[in-house]
């Protein structure tokens, strides 16, 4: 079950169990980054950068809209920069693209220390760990077979291990991919797109989230069978930065645990097991 210690601001740590977790990532600790929507030099971002470099992170996952409009992407490249270097993560830094992100910003941020995945899959050479992401702008909305046709060879330390199986995360900005993540065997859906609502009436009721997905389900920790989706409420906005109301930016903090997970009452559907 997810758990909420304190942790900086705009960190929202949250423990998840799997019950087939390899051994080496046990505490694996992945900080998860969605929808900055930048167009200018705000706190916020300044907030965001200081607080990953007060955690500790493995992996630096990203699920795109990093820039807001086109003409943001200088300054949108420059903070991802500075948010990478803060953050130092152990393993790295793997991203994919939003709706929002432009062709230039793609170039932009090939400079920097991190692999940008486009319907591609990188398998890590240091753990047993595949991460599939999936590029989405306004033209293209994601391949998902082509991403898992691009699947690399067993990376060198586990090539050849007798029941080698991984653990596999998808990285998808709009979180209608889970029903077929969960076909094909993921463990972990990252996505972002929806910014929990944004504008949400009491008890977290989203009036509206901007893709074909079910309101109820804007924000949280869900799962269909045995694949965990992690939907993030974002760290921007979109219309105007002021238009939040009862639904504050974070960016979760997942650390991957063994033991089991609560079993699906339903595997044909999408269940919530922590609303954010």
């Given at each position: 079950?997810?758990?909420?210690?304190?942790?900086?601001?705009l960190?929202?740590?949250?423990?998840?169990?799997?019950?087939?977790l390899?051994e080496p990532?046990?505490?694996?600790?992945?900080?998860?980054v969605s929808?900055?929507?930048?167009?200018?030099?705000?706190?916020?971002?300044?907030?965001?950068?200081?607080?990953?470099?007060?955690?500790?992170?493995?992996?630096?996952?990203?699920?795109?809209?990093m820039?807001?409009?086109p003409?943001?992407?200088?300054?949108a490249?420059?903070?991802?920069?500075?948010?990478?270097e803060?953050?130092?993560?152990?393993?790295?830094?793997?991203?994919s693209?939003?709706?929002?992100?432009?062709?230039?910003?793609?170039?932009?941020?090939?400079?920097?220390?991190?692999?940008?995945?486009?319907?591609?899959t990188?398998?890590?050479?240091?753990?047993?760990?595949r991460?599939?992401?999936?590029h989405?702008d306004?033209?293209?909305?994601?391949?998902?077979?082509?991403?898992?046709?691009?699947?690399?060879?067993?990376?060198?330390?586990?090539?050849?291990?007798?029941g080698?199986?991984?653990?596999?995360?998808?990285?998808?900005?709009?979180?209608?991919?889970?029903p077929?993540?969960?076909?094909?065997?993921?463990?972990?859906?990252?996505?972002?797109?929806?910014?929990g609502?944004?504008?949400?009436?009491?008890?977290?009721?989203?009036?509206?989230?901007?893709?074909?997905?079910?309101?109820r389900?804007?924000?949280?920790?869900?799962?269909?069978?045995?694949?965990?989706?992690?939907?993030?409420?974002g760290?921007?906005?979109?219309?105007?930065?002021?238009l939040?109301?009862?639904?504050?930016?974070?960016?979760?903090?997942?650390?991957?645990?063994?033991?089991?997970?609560?079993?699906?009452?339903?595997?044909?559907?999408?269940?919530?097991?922590?609303?954010?």
């Open positions: 079950m997810p758990t909420r210690p304190t942790g900086p601001p960190i929202h740590p949250v423990d998840l169990a799997f019950a087939e390899p990532l046990a505490g694996l600790r992945c900080l998860h929808d900055l929507h930048i167009r200018h030099r705000r706190r916020r971002y300044e907030t965001l950068i200081e607080s990953a470099r007060q955690t500790d992170v493995d992996l630096l996952l990203i699920t795109g809209d820039m807001h409009l003409g943001d992407e200088a300054l490249a420059e903070l991802v920069g500075r948010l990478i803060a953050a130092n993560p152990r393993f790295g830094t793997v991203g693209f939003g709706n929002h992100d432009t062709a230039d910003l793609h170039r932009l941020l090939s400079d920097l220390p991190a692999t940008w995945l486009c319907d591609e990188w398998a890590s050479d240091r753990l047993p760990l991460i599939t992401g999936l989405y306004r033209v293209r909305r994601g391949d998902l077979v082509a991403a898992m046709l691009d699947e690399p060879a067993d990376p060198p330390g586990f090539r050849g291990l007798r080698f199986r991984g653990f596999r995360v998808l990285l998808a900005h709009m979180p209608v991919w889970l077929a993540a969960a076909q094909l065997g993921f463990d972990l859906v990252l996505s972002g797109h929806t910014h609502g944004q504008v949400r009436l009491p008890g977290k009721l989203a009036l509206e989230n901007n893709c074909d997905w079910p309101l389900l804007s924000s949280g920790v869900m799962r269909r069978g045995r694949t965990t989706m992690v939907l993030s409420r760290l921007g906005e979109t219309v105007s930065e002021r939040r109301f009862n639904c504050p930016p974070h960016a979760p903090l997942i650390t991957l645990r063994q033991g089991p997970a609560e079993p699906a009452a339903e595997p044909d559907r999408v269940e919530m097991i922590e609303r954010w």
